[in-house]
Each structure stands twice: as structure tokens, then as C-alpha cells.
């Protein structure tokens, strides 16, 4: 379980997390919905080490992850796929891949996950050869998300994945992350897009401006008046 208790973050004199609570149990698909700045990517840099918190607690399976840096977080299983893919553009589809196994020595093993990823994404495998740069911004999301699950994560930290592509994509992607959950893969999921981020979401937790303002059951955020109102377009 990833638990996160009275988290606080600043950048310089600007307080961008305050007093941030929330939890992601084993199995569960969390995301976490908010407008532009509200703290999002923010809360996701916080848990992997990328950003540092002023105080609060940050653990996963009791493990503290404020004193742990962002490599040794990836071994005790927990993957980011990071808003914008930063994939390694002047690499092979297969060996950015390769990249996300760096942690493994076991070649087998790395073979197995190789095949996993590429019975996911059918689309990487016809591309493993292709430059990475040359990838439509759909499968450049596929090969950042591939790469993740090739540490053989347990928990999935996913930042904005439908962000800039086309509808029919948007919808591969969250089919993915629901296949992901049937696997028993644990996602936390940041998201613009609340609608199809709640509709496979079992909870969420609502973030406005550097606070979480509401929380619950993805299915009673997703009929509740003031959500729809503010994240859903009605
Ligand atoms: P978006 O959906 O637009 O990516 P977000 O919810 O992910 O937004 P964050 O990127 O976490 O929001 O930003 C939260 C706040 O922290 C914003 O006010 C932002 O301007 C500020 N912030 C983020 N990164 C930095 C930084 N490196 N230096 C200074 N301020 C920052």
C-alpha cells in the first residue's frame, strides 16, 4: 500500500502541495483529478523522490520513501510513466525498452517482460526497430508505458497519458490501464481527462490548488453535481 500523510511541498516561497493525504491500496486504480496546476505531477515527483517534501510521511509497504533515492524506488517496485513519454528519442522502440529493465540482470527475465510489454502493445512489436523520435505521440505513450512495465513494477505512477492524443488513442490508453488492473497492477493515474480517468478509477481523490478538496468512490465522484459541474463538462 502507498500511503501518503500531511504532505508538503514548496518551490521556493510558492507552497504547491498542502497538507496532501492519500492512500492507494494493493490492486486499486486511484487517479487523481485537478485543473492545470492544481499539484498533480507535483504529488506524483513527491512520491518518487524526484521532488523533495518539507515534511509529512511517504511510504510504501511501511517503507519510507522520503529517504530513499528515486533508483532503489524503482527496485522495491514502483514505476512512473511521465508526463510528455521522455522516451529516448534517438533509440530503437526495443532498446528504449531494454532501458527500462536496467535494473535486471536476469536476461530470461528481461525477455519475459519483453514479451509481456509487446503482448500489450502488438504496435511496438511491428516497431521494434523504429526510432523512437519517429513514433506518433499514441505509440511514443505505448513505448513510455512498455518501459515502465519492464521493471516488472507492482504500483504504476502515470502522469496525464491521454494528454495530446486523438480520442480513439485516448480510449486504447485507458483500455490498457484497465487490462493493467485485471492483471492485479496497482495505478495511481493522474488525469485531465476526469471523465475516462474515473470511469476506470475504483476511487480518486480531487486536488484544487495544492489540496485535495474531495475524495470517494470514482463511481460517486463521477454522478456527484459539483464534479460534474467543474471536471466533466456538464
Ligand atoms: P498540469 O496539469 O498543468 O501539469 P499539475 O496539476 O500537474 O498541472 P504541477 O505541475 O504539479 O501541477 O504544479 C503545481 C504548482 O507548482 C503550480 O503552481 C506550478 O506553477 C508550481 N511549480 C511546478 N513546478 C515548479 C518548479 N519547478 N518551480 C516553481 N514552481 C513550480
Not at 143 to 168: C, K
Request: glycine share 8%; hydrophobic share 40%; proline share 3%.
Amino acid at each position: 500500500m502507498l500511503r501518503i500523510e500531511k504532505v508538503n511541498v514548496s518551490y521556493g516561497s510558492i507552497h504547491a502541495l498542502h497538507d496532501i493525504s492519500l492512500t492507494v491500496n494493493d490492486g486499486e486504480v486511484v487517479s487523481l483529478i485537478g485543473a492545470n496546476g492544481a499539484g498533480k505531477t507535483t504529488t506524483l515527483h513527491t512520491i518518487t523522490g524526484l521532488k523533495g517534501a518539507t515534511d509529512g510521511v511517504i511510504e510504501y509497504d511501511g517503507k519510507d520513501l522520503r529517504r530513499m533515492d528515486p533508483s532503489h524506488i524503482i527496485r522495491i517496485g514502483m514505476a512512473h510513466v511521465p508526463e510528455g513519454r521522455h522516451v529516448f528519442t534517438q533509440m530503437s522502440v526495443q532498446e528504449n525498452l531494454e532501458m527500462g529493465s536496467y535494473i535486471m540482470n536476469d536476461k530470461s527475465q528481461i525477455k519475459k517482460n519483453m514479451d509481456m510489454v509487446y503482448e500489450y502493445f502488438p504496435r511496438l512489436l511491428e516497431r521494434k526497430k523504429q526510432l523512437a523520435g519517429t513514433l506518433s505521440g499514441g505509440e511514443q505513450q505505448m513505448l513510455a508505458t512498455g518501459r515502465a512495465l519492464m521493471s516488472n513494477p507492482r504500483i504504476v505512477l502515470m502522469d496525464e497519458p491521454s494528454m495530446g492524443l486523438s480520442p480513439l488513442l485516448v480510449k486504447e490508453i485507458f483500455h490498457i490501464i484497465k487490462t493493467l488492473h485485471q492483471n492485479g497492477i496497482t495505478v495511481l493515474l493522474v488525469e485531465q481527462n476526469a471523465k475516462m480517468a474515473l470511469a476506470v478509477s475504483d476511487r480518486a481523490y480531487v486536488l484544487e490548488t495544492g489540496r485535495i478538496s474531495m475524495s470517494g468512490k470514482a463511481s460517486e465522484l463521477l454522478a456527484n453535481d459539483n464534479i460534474k459541474k467543474a471536471y466533466l463538462g456538464a
